[in-house]
């Protein structure tokens, strides 16, 4: 098993990676900090983001079981967040909490009809977009069903030029 969660033996991914970082810029440079504790709420990654105090950007990133991610981040009055797949919000109470968040609805699906539908974005698609990463360029990496969550997760963190920092505070391979 890679540290992507491949296992090359059985060419399986393991469904199970979880990883949790909060990002802010320095003085120029990327600091990444891997995170705990905040798979119980969207208040606890919000406040660990709050913890670092940056006058710069910061924000937090959430892999989820390698199926979705979330990105947010603290704002004047309240918080931006990005959720990459609405859908899993009926099977799964952090990206529920996610859309309850940004006033969205969750979908009106049953689990069954999960596998029969494409999974889509919801939130500010726009979050990154004054550091780097345009809403055309997120949009295009959310879509993207290929990708794993922790993929598309280093796909953005290279796009605004800190993959290997993601890769190392969490212990991924870059392809």
């Known amino acids: 098993m890679d540290s992507n969660g491949f296992d090359s033996d059985t060419g399986e991914h393991d469904d199970d ?3 949790a970082v909060t990002v802010s810029r320095t003085g120029g440079e990327w600091d990444v900090r891997e995170i705990d504790d905040c798979f119980d709420s969207i208040d606890d990654a919000v406040a660990a983001v709050g913890r670092l105090r940056s006058e ?3 924000f937090a990133m959430l892999c989820v079981d390698d ?3 979330i990105i947010l981040r603290p704002a004047p009055g309240g918080v931006r967040l990005l ?3 609405a859908t899993m919000a009926i099977d ?5 909490g996610a859309l309850d968040e940004i006033g969205a609805d969750i979908p ?3 689990s069954d009809e999960l596998d029969k539908v494409d999974p889509w974005a919801e939130g500010d698609i726009e ?5 780097g990463v345009s ?3 997120m949009t295009v990496i959310c879509d993207d069903s290929e990708l794993w969550a922790s993929e598309q997760l280093l796909r953005i963190a290279a796009e605004l030029g800190f993959e290997s920092e993601l890769a190392d505070a969490v212990d991924l391979d870059i392809d």
């Open 17 to 19: 990676l979880c990883f």
């Open 56 to 58: 710069s950007a910061s």
């Open 67 to 69: 199926e979705y991610f």
């Open 83 to 85: 959720l990459s797949d």
């Open 92 to 96: 799964d109470d952090l990206a529920a």
């Open 108 to 110: 009106e699906l049953d």
């Open 127 to 131: 979050i990154l977009a004054d550091l």
């Open 135 to 137: 809403e055309q360029v």
